[in-house]
Nanobody, 122 residues
C-alpha cells in the first residue's frame, strides 16, 4: 500500500491543523493505521493509531484529549485532527499501515508515508 500525507503547515500555538493520509494500492480497510512523528534531533514517536474499522483508538499520553485520529475507508483516507497545538508538537508527521489487527509500536507497521511537516510557533 502506498501512503501520501498532506496538510503540512505553520500554525501559531493554540491553533489547529488536520493532516490527511491517502492510501492506494491495496484494500485500505484491511490495515490498522497510525500516526507517528519525529522532531528534529529526536527519535520517532508514536502519536495515535486505530484498527481497521476505526472502532478502537489509541493515543500517546502526550496528545490525549488534544489529537483525534479517524479514518474513512470508503475514501481510503486517514486523518489526524490536531487542536491546541504547542511548539513541542513541531515535527515531521508520518502515517503508517499495519497488516495486524492492532498496532502501536513502530516495528508493527509495515508501510510508511514520506512525512509532512508541522511547525507550531510560540
Amino acid at each position: 500500500v502506498q501512503l501520501v500525507e498532506s496538510g503540512e503547515g505553520l500554525v501559531q500555538a493554540g491553533g489547529s491543523l488536520r493532516l490527511s493520509c491517502a492510501a492506494s494500492g491495496r484494500t485500505f480497510s484491511d490495515y490498522a493505521m497510525g500516526w507517528f512523528r519525529q522532531a528534529l534531533g529526536k527519535e520517532c514517536e508514536f502519536v495515535a493509531a486505530l484498527n481497521w474499522y476505526g472502532g478502537n483508538t489509541y493515543y500517546a499520553d502526550s496528545v490525549k484529549g488534544q489529537f483525534a485520529i479517524s479514518r474513512r475507508n470508503a475514501e481510503n483516507t486517514l486523518y489526524l485532527q490536531m487542536n491546541s497545538l504547542k511548539p513541542e508538537d513541531t515535527a515531521v508527521y508520518y502515517c503508517a499501515a499495519s497488516r495486524r489487527y492492532r498496532a502501536r509500536s513502530e516495528n508493527e507497521f509495515d508501510y510508511w508515508g514520506q512525512g509532512t511537516q508541522v511547525t507550531v510557533s510560540s
